[in-house]
């Protein structure tokens, strides 16, 4: 139950560190916030919440994916991967990704994405 408090409480975290001035400014930093904040709610509400013991994953799919992957496109380049699920264009932020498939295995077109946010925690939730 610590755990899920723990991450619970990350949402407002990053909508706290969003910045903010007298005057409402909507800038690329801005809306990339927004995006991770939304990526975290979907994961979260969905239970797409992965830990691994030194990391959390939080995964988001479809829209706010999709959201998320293009707001980053103002500053992180894609990186174009082929593996045996298919064709990919990456974009690596930290520990972080998000994926748009742009190939099925069989070289078939696709257009589905996802993104995975890595939360490093060390051993500060083990039990």
């Given at each position: 139950?610590?755990?899920?408090?723990?991450?619970s409480?990350i949402v407002?975290?990053?909508?706290?560190?969003?910045?903010?001035?007298g005057?409402?400014?909507?800038?690329a930093r801005t809306?990339?916030?927004?995006?991770?904040s939304?990526?975290?709610?979907?994961a979260?509400?969905?239970?797409?919440?992965a830990?691994?013991?030194?990391?959390v994953?939080?995964s988001c799919n479809?829209?706010?994916?999709?959201?998320?992957?293009?707001f980053?496109?103002?500053?992180?380049?894609?990186?174009?991967v082929?593996?045996?699920n298919?064709?990919?264009e990456?974009?690596?932020?930290g520990?972080?990704?998000c994926?748009?498939?742009i190939?099925?295995?069989?070289?078939?077109?696709a257009?589905?994405?996802r993104c995975d946010?890595?939360?490093n925690i060390?051993?500060?939730?083990?039990?």
């Amino acid at each position: 139950m610590l755990r899920l408090a723990a991450v619970s409480a990350i949402v407002p975290a990053v909508i706290a560190f969003a910045p903010t001035s007298g005057s409402a400014q909507i800038n690329a930093r801005t809306l990339t916030l927004a995006g991770v904040s939304d990526c975290l709610a979907e994961a979260i509400a969905t239970n797409a919440v992965a830990d691994d013991g030194s990391a959390v994953t939080f995964s988001c799919n479809a829209g706010k994916a999709r959201t998320l992957y293009n707001f980053l496109g103002n500053k992180i380049r894609i990186e174009v991967v082929q593996d045996r699920n298919g064709k990919f264009e990456n974009r690596a932020f930290g520990n972080s990704a998000c994926y748009h498939r742009i190939e099925d295995q069989s070289g078939k077109p696709a257009d589905e994405f996802r993104c995975d946010l890595i939360m490093n925690i060390g051993d500060a939730l083990t039990e």
